[in-house]
């Protein structure tokens, strides 16, 4: 069973940045997919980014202003998220899975953390 926690979200002023964390526990880190999700209020949960070895995904509307990394010597990963719109707010997942590749959905991925709240101000 693994265990992931969020942390890092906040306010901002759109055009700021912020930093979440994932830390992870109860697994083999270093072998998971990881991938950082979103969700705004009446919406689906949709992919933002993801991480597995030295590959990483984006999703279109995040490329060039989010980057996902991982530590894996601290079972933590990131999202530096820079150059906030107010779309971007929602609530943001971590979430790990098992799988070789990257999956861009919600269904590749087995374990979640409980989210944390991003909201950016215009």
């Known amino acids: 069973q693994v265990q992931l926690v969020e942390s890092g979200g906040g306010l901002v002023q759109a055009g700021g940045s912020l930093r979440l964390s994932c830390a992870a526990s109860?697994?083999?880190?270093?072998?998971?997919?990881m991938g950082w999700f979103r969700q705004a209020p009446g919406k689906d949960r949709e992919f933002v980014a993801g991480i597995f070895g030295a590959r990483t995904y984006y999703t279109e509307s995040v490329k060039g202003r989010f980057t996902i990394s991982r530590d894996n010597a601290k079972n933590t990963v990131y999202l530096q998220m820079n150059s906030l719109k107010p779309e971007d707010t929602a609530v943001y997942y971590c979430?790990?899975?098992?799988?070789?590749?990257?999956?861009?959905?919600?269904?590749?991925?087995?374990?979640w953390g409980q989210g944390t709240q991003v909201t950016v101000s215009s």
């Open positions: 109860g697994g083999s880190f270093s072998s998971y997919v």
């Open positions: 979430a790990a899975g098992q799988t070789l590749m990257v999956p861009t959905t919600k269904y590749g991925y087995k374990y």
